[in-house]
Nanobody
Framework: HVQLVESGGGSVQAGGSLRLSCASS????????MAWFRQVPGKEREGVAA???????WSADFVEGRFTISKDNAKNILYLQMNSLKAEDTAMYYC????????????????????WGQGTQVTVS
């Protein structure tokens, strides 16, 4: 069982920055993926960015180069650096992980991830 614990959320003014962290209880095995999702009340959870164990990443179109996903493999910590934040980025942000081997890169759908953190709230005003 993998435990994921997010931190780093908070309130920030539009144009500001935040860095989210996700501490994992397990190392990143070969082929595994970790990702960030976000959700606002009444809407489906949507993918923000993901990183494969081999370093490949993807990010959602709405990121527009403002967010960067990275991982410290030595510490088993996933990061999401968010710059130029907008009001529409306000959401609960969740860390997710899947330890199965993904040949074609990381999936973008929630049902492909087996482990989830409790979420950290980001509010942009």
């Amino acid at each position: 069982h993998v435990q994921l614990v997010e931190s780093g959320g908070g309130s920030v003014q539009a144009g500001g920055s935040l860095r989210l962290s996700c501490a994992s209880s397990a190392y990143t095995n070969s082929g595994a993926c970790m990702a960030w999702f976000r959700q606002v009340p009444g809407k489906e959870r949507e993918g923000v960015a993901a990183i494969h164990s081999d370093g490949r990443t993807w990010s959602a179109d709405f990121v527009e180069g403002r967010f960067t996903i990275s991982k410290d493999n030595a510490k088993n910590i996933l990061y999401l650096q968010m710059n130029s934040l907008k009001a529409e980025d306000t959401a609960m942000y969740y860390c997710a992980a899947d330890r199965r081997f993904h040949y074609g890169g990381c999936p973008r759908d929630t049902w492909n991830y087996n482990y989830w953190g409790q979420g950290t709230q980001v509010t942009v005003s």
